[in-house]
């Protein structure tokens, strides 16, 4: 049977994005967005998600993509639905990954014409997607066809080459929006056997001139650091890891690295350094070159380290030819694939015996992780202790996703290392609060095991991301650690002013957590001890469905006890430093 337009047209370019190996959509409702809607719904290899908020929609995507690292598409209607995918784009273009935004449009002749749920949408995004294109109108043409078909597997092949990122096409459609889905040959037009544009991407790598030059460089350097930002280079950890024996340069490696975690040797690695660094002992210490892999970590005192040494040399490993350079320190931006390079450069470059400076590295990172476990041992709602709770509960293989703000920042001080599989996930590209709860879930629907901690703000920002757990019947333990308000902005400047800081920086909600979860079908338990904060993990770990475990926790204590740590930290550092002047 000859197919209509409209659907041969968008039957051709979903079946084109499913041979691209696009395995995934999520869908808001909406009439304008029909014929994607249901030629996405109605093939064989694709699964649909709904979500009815499309700001949900969008870091619930991301959430999938993120874990799958495979493009993700997502489909909505014309005018401010649009608009609400917003923030989950640039989160997507600044932390890499890839998502394939569908907007549905009016016709050209409906447009600046005062139609209802019509808005300029050529362009929306800027900057924020790698790659804008406005369809053409369907037609029944077998060239229309070859066009449309090449601009599905383009889109995937531009969201995964370099610098990985959204892309966005526009789709305006004309009335009737109701394609014949049903038809037998609905996703034929302009098929043929295989895809009909595939892309190959090759590893980058340097030219045996350019490593000549580094390595040679590199010989005349004594003391150095490896430095793992976040991101997934998990296929270069035993490379770095090796790396850095060769040299004996600490690793400093981020929670969101894939170094804390796993089953692979981590005597070299350092993980308390955000806590020691604040030590004027250990600032004082100047290394010769960082060779950092990842983008910038999550630590400010490692920041402000970095931004103290004037004279260091600073090599960036960025196989997705980035320009991560926040503290504009110069150097070198080297574009190439990290497992590559490393191994390269180790087995060029004469291994060294132990160095005093890898051994006083290691020294003070034992003695922060003695003071952290001493200090753990308090009784008290430190929020620190959730993820040193954590560290001992978690079941392996399981993806903990951790809000921004004070979540992030102490899953960074106080989590640790582990032998088991845990994946570290936040979204850092943008290092909003908004879309959280959706990421999250997101991640579960990948097929995670996931857990999420989040403070009382970001929660709120993102309730209606709860929804997901209902409507897919998807798993997770969320961690609500409830101080009633922005916690980081008690240890900023800001806590100084105190006649304006409770209504503008610590914004104290008031909402019962308790009806949020029981409105979306989830369990509540609010905890006051860490004994039932242990037992609730536990249980709700080995159980499924949405569970939300509060624990409430004082602004200003909290403050008080990371100074405390910090300044435990600092004695100790100094008392071992008097013991060790040569």
Known sequence: MTLDPLTAYVGAFVDELSRAKVQDVVISPGSRSTPLALMFAQHPDIKVWLSVDERSAAFFALGIAKVKEKPVALVCTSGTAAANYFPAIVEAYESRVPLLVLTADRPHELRDVGAPQAIDQIGMYGKYVKWFHEMG??????MLFKYVRTNASRCVATAMNGKRG???????????LVPSYQLANAFEAGKKDGSYLSFTAGERNLAEADYQILIDELQRYKN????????????AVSAIIELGDTLQFPVLADPLSPLRAGDHPKKNIIENYDAFLKSEVVREWKPDIIIRFGAMPVSKSFLQYVQKQKECTYWTIDEGEGWRDPTHSGGRMIYADPVNFSRLMTSRIDGRSGTRWYKKWYEVNTIAVQEKVSYLQTDELFEGKVFSQLNHLLPDETALFVGNSMPIRDFDSFFGKTDKEILGLANRGANGIDGVISTAFGVAAAGRRTVLVIGDLSFYHDMNGLLAAKLHELNMTIILVNNS???????LPQANHPDHFEDLFGTPIGISFRDATTTYGGNYKRVGTWETFDEACVVSFESGGLDVIEIQTNREQNV???KGYWKNVDSAIKKWADNNVH
């Open 560 to 562: 008080q006890l990371h």
């Open 137 to 142: 109108l369907p037609e029944n043409d077998p």
């Open 166 to 176: 959204p892309v966005h096409l526009n789709f305006p459609f004309r009335e009737p």
């Open 224 to 235: 150095g650091l490896i430095v793992c930002g976040p991101g997934r280079y998990d296929d």
């Open 485 to 491: 308000g922005g916690g980081i902005f008690s240890f």
